[in-house]
């Protein structure tokens, strides 16, 4: 539990630093990746109003199906 206290404070330190969405979502991608092992990853930012993905960030054999995961997310 208290590793997951200094992940969650680690992520509040990159939300006051990090420049643009973009970077944070890659700083994010980053953090997780030396606590957590995972193949591939989707980070995405959604638009609070209309639910619709406003940009991604995704490891590079997400990239042709991302479009059919957020189809499958949102349509199905």
């Given at each position: 539990?208290?590793?997951?206290?200094?992940?969650?404070?680690a992520l509040?330190?990159?939300?006051k630093?990090?420049?643009?969405?973009?970077t944070?979502?890659?700083?994010?991608?980053?953090?997780?990746q030396q606590?957590?092992?995972f193949?591939?990853?989707?980070?995405?930012?959604?638009?609070?109003?209309?639910?619709?993905?406003?940009?991604?960030v995704t490891?590079?054999n997400?990239?042709s199906?991302?479009h059919q995961?957020?189809?499958?997310?949102?349509l199905?």
């Amino acid at each position: 539990m208290k590793k997951w206290r200094e992940i969650d404070t680690a992520l509040h330190r990159l939300e006051k630093t990090c420049t643009s969405s973009w970077t944070y979502r890659q700083c994010v991608i980053t953090l997780l990746q030396q606590e957590l092992s995972f193949e591939a990853y989707c980070l995405s930012a959604v638009d609070p109003h209309t639910l619709l993905s406003i940009g991604a960030v995704t490891e590079h054999n997400i990239e042709s199906i991302h479009h059919q995961i957020l189809k499958n997310e949102y349509l199905q």
